[in-house]
Nanobody
Framework: QVQLVESGGGLVQPGGSLRLSCAAS????????MGWYRQAPGKERELVAT???????NYAEFAKGRFTISRDNVKNTVYLQMNSLKPEDTAVYYC??????????????????WGQGTQVTVSS
């Protein structure tokens, strides 16, 4: 069973930084694109950033210049470095990954997985 587990959220003052991590575990054959999304209270979930297996990145406009997404393909982990945080960055941040897992002898299956979310609160 594949799992994505986020960590690194918390309370930070405006202007501060946080680094989120998301580790994938299970019978993983390969991981394609990974990404971070966020959902603030009363709002829809929105894209923050994505990164392909070959390290091509894509950012939401609000994240450009402040957030950096990276990944370690050996550790099956994706990171989100967030700098110059603002109160409007307050949200639950979710990790996402397109993962091919081995489910039997010679049998593989691709699925879209989500982590449980980690709370980021930016407040003085």
């Amino acid at each position: 069973q594949v799992q994505l587990v986020e960590s690194g959220g918390g309370l930070v003052q405006p202007g501060g930084s946080l680094r989120l991590s998301c580790a994938a575990s299970g019978n993983i054959f390969s991981i394609n694109a990974m990404g971070w999304y966020r959902q603030a209270p009363g709002k829809e979930r929105e894209l923050v950033a994505t990164i392909s297996r070959t390290y091509v990145t894509n950012y939401a406009e609000f994240a450009k210049g402040r957030f950096t997404i990276s990944r370690d393909n050996v550790k099956n982990t994706v990171y989100l470095q967030m700098n110059s945080l603002k109160p409007e960055d307050t949200a639950v941040y979710y990790c996402n990954g397109g993962i091919t897992e081995t489910i039997g002898s010679g049998i593989r299956r691709w699925s879209d997985y989500w982590g449980q979310g980690t709370q980021v609160t930016v407040s003085s």
